[in-house]
C-alpha cells in the first residue's frame, strides 16, 4: 500500500492511489480540544503543532493542517481605516475606491511575521510525523479582495462596481503567487483555497464568471506553474458553477452542499474529489452508525477509481463526537479492503 503523502500526490495528479486519505479538515476541533484560543494556536509553533498531531493521533485519520494565512491583507491594508473610521490592523473593511488600492502598502513576503510563524508550524510538523500530508488553509486574489473591501461592499462591488472588484483581485495577486511559492519551498504537500463567499448561496453565476472565475484561472496557473498542488474548496452551492470551476486548474474539489455521486459522474474523468460528510448533520448530530454508514457510501462513491480523499463538508465542529470522527476513518478502511483488495 502506497505511504499517505504518496498516496496524496497519486490522488492530485490524477493517477489514483490504493488507499482512502482520511483528511477530515478539522481545524477548529484540535485547537478547541486542546484548550487554546484561534489567537493563541496562530501564533504559536509550538501549540499548533501540539493540538494538530495530538488530536489527529488520538482519532486516527490523516493529514496535518499547519494553519489559515491571513497575512496579506493585514500586511497590506492594516494600517487602513475601515468604514467606521477605526484602524483594525487587520485590513479587512478598508477599500471602497480606485483611490484606496493605490493606499495599499507593498507586500514583502520576507517580513511577514504571519508568514515565519507558519513556516516554523510547517516545520515541527514535519519533525514530529514526517509521513503525513501537510496542508495550509490560504485564500485567492478574490478572497483576499473581499477582506480588504469589507463583506457588504464586496457583494455590492461585485454586482454594481465590478472593475473596482477585479482591479483589486489584480493588485493582490502578485501577493498571492509569492506567498504560495514560499510555502511550495516549504514543502507543503498542497494548498487548500476556501471559497465559502463566492457559490449560490452568495451570488449569482454571472457574477462568478465576472468577478472570481478569470482572476483564479490566471492566479492558479501561475502558483500551479510553481509546483504547487490546489486544493479548491467549493463551500455552498456549486452545481451551476463547477464548469467554471474546472477552468481553474485546481487539482481536487473540496465539495459540499452537493452529492459525491453526482459529481463523480460528471467531473471524475478531469478531477480528483474530496469531501463530503455533513460536518453538522452527519458527523456533528448524527449516530456512530449513520456517521460508518455515510462516510462508507462516499467512500464507494468517490473512491471507484482511487482518486478520493475523505472528509467533512468544511471545517468539523469541535462539538462533533470522537467516536463519529473514528467510525469515519474505519468505514473508509472498509471501503479500500472492498475496492483495492
Not at 473581499?146 to 483589486?168: R, S
Not at 502578485?174 to 448561496?201: Q, T, Y
Not at 510553481?226 to 474548496?233: E, L, P, S
Not at 459529481?263 to 452527519?282: A, F, H, Q, R, T
Request: proline share 4%; aromatic share 8%.
Amino acid at each position: 500500500m502506497m505511504g499517505k503523502r504518496e498516496a496524496v500526490k497519486a490522488i492530485l495528479e490524477g493517477k489514483g492511489a490504493d488507499r482512502i486519505p482520511i483528511i477530515m479538515n478539522a481545524f477548529s476541533l484540535p485547537v478547541m480540544r486542546y484548550g487554546y484560543t484561534m489567537p493563541e494556536a496562530l501564533m504559536s509553533p509550538e501549540k499548533m503543532t501540539k493540538c494538530m498531531v495530538g488530536t489527529r493521533r488520538e482519532l486516527g485519520y490523516d493529514g496535518l493542517c499547519a494553519g489559515v494565512y491571513g497575512g496579506i491583507a493585514m500586511m497590506m491594508g492594516g494600517h487602513l481605516p475601515n468604514s467606521e473610521g477605526a484602524i483594525s490592523g487587520n485590513g479587512e473593511d478598508v477599500i471602497h475606491s480606485m483611490d484606496d488600492i493605490k493606499k495599499l502598502r507593498p507586500y514583502n513576503v520576507d517580513e511577514c511575521m504571519a508568514m515565519k510563524t507558519l513556516l516554523k508550524t510547517i516545520e515541527l510538523m514535519r519533525e514530529e510525523e514526517p509521513d503525513e500530508p501537510i496542508y495550509v488553509i490560504l485564500h485567492v486574489p478574490a478572497a483576499v479582495a473581499f477582506t480588504l473591501m469589507g463583506a457588504k461592499p464586496a457583494f455590492k462591488a461585485m454586482i454594481k462596481n465590478q472593475e473596482l472588484f477585479k482591479a483589486l483581485c489584480d493588485h493582490v495577486e502578485d501577493a498571492v503567487v509569492e506567498s504560495c511559492k514560499v510555502l511550495v519551498d516549504a514543502g507543503v504537500d498542497f494548498l487548500w483555497f476556501p471559497m465559502p463567499n463566492f457559490g449560490g448561496f452568495c451570488i449569482s453565476r454571472k457574477s462568478y464568471e465576472k468577478c472570481i472565475s478569470e482572476s483564479n484561472i490566471r492566479a492558479n496557473k501561475r502558483i500551479k506553474d510553481y509546483g504547487a498542488k490546489i486544493v479548491i474548496h467549493t463551500c455552498g452551492l456549486y452545481d451551476d458553477r463547477f464548469d467554471l470551476v474546472l477552468k481553474e486548474s485546481g487539482d481536487a474539489w473540496h465539495i459540499s452542499d452537493t452529492q459525491t455521486k453526482k459529481v463523480k459522474d460528471e467531473y471524475g474523468d478531469k478531477v480528483s474529489l474530496m469531501g463530503n460528510i455533513p460536518c453538522c448533520s452527519v458527523l456533528m448530530e448524527g449516530t456512530e452508525e449513520e456517521v460508518y454508514q455515510f462516510a462508507y457510501q462516499e467512500c464507494m462513491d468517490g473512491a471507484r477509481d482511487g482518486r478520493f480523499i475523505l472528509s467533512g463538508d468544511c471545517d468539523v465542529s469541535p462539538l462533533t463526537p470522537d467516536e463519529n470522527v473514528i467510525a469515519a476513518v474505519r468505514a473508509a478502511k472498509d471501503a479500500e479492503k472492498v475496492l483495492f483488495g
